[in-house]
């Protein structure tokens, strides 16, 4: 990295290295080495993991050099770090997606944290990917990229494979520490021989109770929000949706309400069923809000907090949260995601996943790889420090190779995997992909719209596939009908072409403004 620095060359470096091997130093380490040389740094993290733990360890190092960056902050507090940095009086960047367009004199080094992370990528206008908008700033400042993940994502591990970037691994934990034992629970066979539909395994109650007795600290991951999923009729199976979205609601047992996750719509728990008016309504489902009280119920003395975002309303709640846990405040930390990333907590070594199954059912053909990474990166917070760690997982597909490898720790064999999987389905990196939504307040409207573009793509010919117009996999959206085309191109050119067709088209017919969004590698198909 330092040869390439001083050479003034630009080159992207992928750093592979497991959970705990110490990636954060190589990047004080790799900014140490700009300041030193007359050039500034950028350092971008996911959303979730800036937290002033993080910044803290940079002011350690670098003092008054350091301008943090990120939405926590007001406008006024952001512009004058913005403008820091604008005068040179700071010349390393830290901050979220956003961060990437910072004034940073003298760009050398541009360093993303958890590449593979969705969080780069803005889903609202303009739609563009902070990793790919950092790899292109450090191309035309001649500066070094380097890209870190403990699970990096498809596509730029296959770009070190074919040259575009160099590969650097680091398959240790820091002195030489052992990574985590994981421990399979097949929760078919659980309720086989328990006769019980139990959130919590037998193995899982027993090892929670162990870490309590030991006074050591768990982590228990599951990635949905509220108590119940959704609330169902027996009489006529009909689920209580949202009146602006195609999706059943979820209910929050301690506001005792039911909530739509989507576009924040609630209401009260009706008595009966809306479609029917039966009173055979009951609660399906588990989230992150169940997972807390159940272990309130099987450790009534157990210190337990829960994080996501039900409960941590601004950065500084999260802050608190986590402060609390790293100083031994609670014995048990339950959540969604948000406590999948990035933490070292010296006295957690048990990492419990409630259930690994949940991303696995999305209609997504990213699916196997979110799941194979939120597991990896869960796991990766057990057993950081002199204590052993050990990680159960609960799952109904336990031979799920996205499940079997995290278990293993098997990047290689996941990797290999997937590849082929998306080398015979044609997805990316074997091709440029966009998605085209088509959105109305009337149905028919979507349609007739769908209808014109479909039209104007036409037969579409050799190496290039266009699926659709099809109905999104949430139909309809705060109030508006959503239909779909996903499209796959060999060549890129090729793609913009095409879409350029299609922008011209909606323009030429004065289609709504909001009518049509063009999403190019889109990170969801939702």
């Known amino acids: 990295i330092i040869a390439r620095m001083e050479a003034g060359e630009y080159q992207t470096f992928l750093l592979h290295g497991v959970t705990g091997s ?6 004080l380490a790799a900014i140490e080495a700009a300041l030193e040389r007359g050039r500034g740094a950028l350092l971008l993290v996911p959303e979730i993991a800036l937290t002033p733990a993080v910044a803290g360890q940079f002011h350690a190092r670098f003092g008054d050099r350091v301008a943090i960056l990120h939405s926590a902050f007001n406008d006024s507090e952001r512009a004058a770090q913005w403008r820091r940095l604008r005068r040179g009086e700071a010349s390393v960047a830290v901050g979220t997606r956003s961060a990437v367009f910072a004034p940073v004199a003298n760009l050398g080094l541009v360093i993303v944290d958890e590449e593979h992370d969705g969080s780069y990528k803005q889903e609202e206008s303009p739609r563009y990917n902070g990793r790919d908008v950092a790899i292109v700033r450090a191309r035309d400042a001649r500066a070094v990229v380097l890209l870190g993940s403990a699970t990096p994502s498809l596509e730029s591990r296959y770009n070190a494979e074919r040259g575009k970037s160099v590969l650097l691994e680091m398959p240790q934990r820091i002195q030489n520490r052992p990574l985590p034992a994981v421990e399979i629970v097949d929760m078919r066979q659980e309720f086989l021989e328990s006769r019980q539909n139990a959130l919590f395994s037998r193995r899982m109650v027993e090892a929670l109770g162990e870490r309590l007795q030991a006074r050591e600290q768990s982590i228990v991951l599951m990635n949905r929000r509220g108590y119940s999923s959704s609330m169902a009729c027996r009489s006529c199976g009909g689920r209580v949706e949202c009146i602006h979205c195609a999706v059943a609601l979820t209910w929050h047992r301690r506001d005792n309400r039911l909530l739509c996750h989507y576009c924040n719509y609630a209401q009260r728990v009706p008595q009966t069923c809306p479609q029917c008016g039966s009173e055979h309504v009951f609660f399906l489902g588990s989230g992150s809000e169940r997972v807390e009280d159940e272990l309130h119920r099987l450790f009534p003395k157990a210190r337990v907090a829960r994080l996501d975002r039900d409960t941590v309303a601004t950065k500084r709640h999260y802050e608190q949260i986590l402060v609390g846990f790293r100083e031994g405040s609670f014995d048990i930390l339950a959540g969604t ?7 070292d907590i010296p006295n957690v070594t048990l990492v419990c996943v409630v259930n690994a199954d949940i991303g696995l059912s999305m209609p997504d053909f990213r699916a196997g790889e ?3 990474q939120l597991l990896t990166q869960v796991a990766g917070r057990a057993g950081r420090h002199h204590l052993p760690g050990q990680v159960l997982i609960q799952t109904i597909n336990p031979d799920h190779y996205a499940i079997r490898c995290a278990a293993e720790q098997d990047y290689a064999r996941f990797y290999e995997k997937e590849l082929n999987f998306r080398r015979l389905m044609r997805y990316p990196p074997f091709c440029a992909l966009a998605n085209i939504m088509i959105r109305a307040a009337r149905q028919e409207e979507a349609l ?13 010919g050799e190496g290039f596939k266009v699926m659709g117009p099809a109905e999104a996999p949430v139909p309809r959206l705060k109030n508006e009908y959503r239909y779909q085309m996903l499209v796959k191109a060999v060549s890129r050119p090729r793609l913009n072409d095409f879409l350029n067709r299609i922008r011209a088209h909606a323009l030429d017919n004065r289609w709504p403004a909001t009518a049509l969004i063009i999403d190019v590698d889109p990170l969801s198909l939702l």
């Open 22 to 27: 110490g990636k954060t130093e190589v990047y």
């Open 337 to 343: 995601q948000m406590i999948a990333k990035g933490h």
């Open 370 to 372: 979110r799941t194979f």
């Open 448 to 460: 007739r719209l769908s209808g014109e573009l479909a039209a104007v793509a036409g037969e579409p």
